[in-house]
């Protein structure tokens, strides 16, 4: 190729709907416009000094833009969600992640927030938010910048119900226009604000087992809540049937990454009647590299599909476990 021909080559178009349709309130301050799990983010905008979202969807359009120019933010190089150019004309938002608090009731092992103790807990245990991410979620309804029959609300952070004002938020998303609202939680808390979206249809609610009896639960989580979870799990599907409650089972190295747990697991759960299954790695093994995948992972992975299958039960694998898997190897 010629020195003509590389200057009138037309660059490749990117664009992602991450980028073009979500937020993602962080607990570290931050607004991001995505929260796609080990990768990006494309720009960070402090919140607890802001009053106004306006600069920041401005920011984000000039990405969108840039994106379908071929510039590519470093933060989205090697994204699963980036994809060639594909047009579109809705820019609303329909998801939001609220990840803005930390406050939880227990110890997993594996949490996201740092190797959390219970010396940690009871220092988050009344912390405030650094800032009232209401006055944000209004300001989008205010500028019409919501897709109010779309948008998914994506509790994240904490345990939602060590939240303070987790009613008040969520009663705004249903006064205002949503979707579905998704609740991961320990489920160590009953909680009729969850039963009451689940019978709407408004909700939907994850909880990580991890495990399949009580000794492997408590190893992980590091409280003794397998039965409490277990009994407040039946109690949802008596309450409001089981097409909305999720259960998941995150393999973590050395502690329930075997068969025979996996298989106790999936046996609670044909008998309690759960019918949607997540599947996970432990997420430091994914983000810190180098971890290769041990054989016997796959043995959980092959026996999750047949199970499911027979039951069934749908399965679902979160897209970076599934390239991590397909690789053999976790790397940065």
């Known amino acids: 190729m010629n020195f003509l021909e590389k200057f009138f080559k037309k660059k490749k178009s990117y664009s992602c709907a991450l980028l073009n349709n979500h937020l993602h309130f962080t607990s570290r301050d931050t607004l991001e416009p995505c929260c796609s799990a080990n990768i990006g983010p494309a720009m960070v905008s402090e919140l607890s000094k802001k009053n106004s979202i306006k600069e920041f969807i401005s920011n984000k359009k000039q990405l969108i833009k840039n994106l379908k120019n071929g510039i590519i933010p470093e933060g989205c190089k090697g994204c699963v969600h980036l994809e060639e150019y594909k047009e579109a004309t809705d820019f609303r938002i329909n998801k939001i992640t609220l990840n803005h608090y930390t406050q939880c009731n227990c110890a997993c092992i594996y949490c996201t927030q740092g190797n959390r103790t219970f010396e940690k807990i009871k220092e988050d245990e009344n912390k405030p938010v650094l800032y009232d991410v209401l006055k944000f979620i209004n300001e989008l309804y205010d500028n019409d910048l919501i897709d109010k029959e779309k948008l998914y609300i994506d509790f994240q952070g904490g345990n939602i119900s060590c939240l303070k004002n987790h009613q008040e938020i969520i009663q705004t998303f249903l006064d205002r226009g949503v979707g579905t609202i998704y609740i991961p939680t320990n489920n160590i808390v009953y909680m009729p604000v969850i039963e009451n979206l689940l019978k709407m249809k408004k909700g939907e609610v994850c909880t990580a087992l991890d495990a399949g009896c009580k000794e492997t639960y408590e190893r992980i989580k590091q409280v003794d809540k397998f039965d409490k979870s277990i009994d407040n799990l039946k109690k949802y599907i008596a309450a409001a049937g089981n097409d909305s409650i999720i259960v998941k089972y995150i393999i973590v190295n050395g502690h329930n990454d075997n068969i025979d747990e996996f298989t106790k697991f999936m046996d609670k759960m044909i008998e309690i009647g759960i019918k949607i299954i997540v599947l996970d ?45 397909e690789q053999g190897f976790s790397t940065k």
């Open 281 to 325: 790695i432990d997420y430091r093994d994914i983000i810190d590299g180098c971890f290769t995948i041990p054989n016997h992972y796959y043995d959980i992975v092959k026996y999750a599909k047949e199970t499911c299958r027979k039951h069934n039960m749908d399965l679902g694998i979160p897209p970076y476990t599934t390239k991590v898997l």
